[in-house]
């Protein structure tokens, strides 16, 4: 199957992998962090403002790709700090009241000045 790279402008983009990848109907997303395109700033200092913008991030990318959260089937969530997992998930809560997509928390990995989470997920479109 052939491969689509996905991008949109409503993401923060990164020069050295792609905001997206789709393959037939199944959409992943890189890691996704809490900057806000509008003013290429982090989207503030708390774990809930990260997250909450990390997921409009994604939310714009699966968008570009035909999709959206509610396609989501497997979210990766990176924190810099484990003990703000109660954090995430009350932003959580927000974005997916109904069906919560099968998750998995890991500690990120990359130390950049202020980012405290990064998301990556699949997404399957109809």
Known sequence: MPREVISTPEAPEYPSYSQAV???NTIYVAGTIGV????????GPTI????????????AILRAG?????????VHTLLLRPEDADG???VFDEFFPDVRPPRCVSKLGVDRPGILVSIAMVAVTN
């Open 22 to 24: 789709k393959v037939g």
């Open 66 to 74: 035909g999709g959206g959260l509610s396609d989501a089937v497997m």
């Open 88 to 90: 995430v998930n009350e």
């Open 36 to 43: 806000d395109v509008a003013t290429g700033e982090l989207a």
């Open 48 to 59: 809930q403002e990260q997250t909450r913008r990390s997921l409009l991030n994604c939310q």
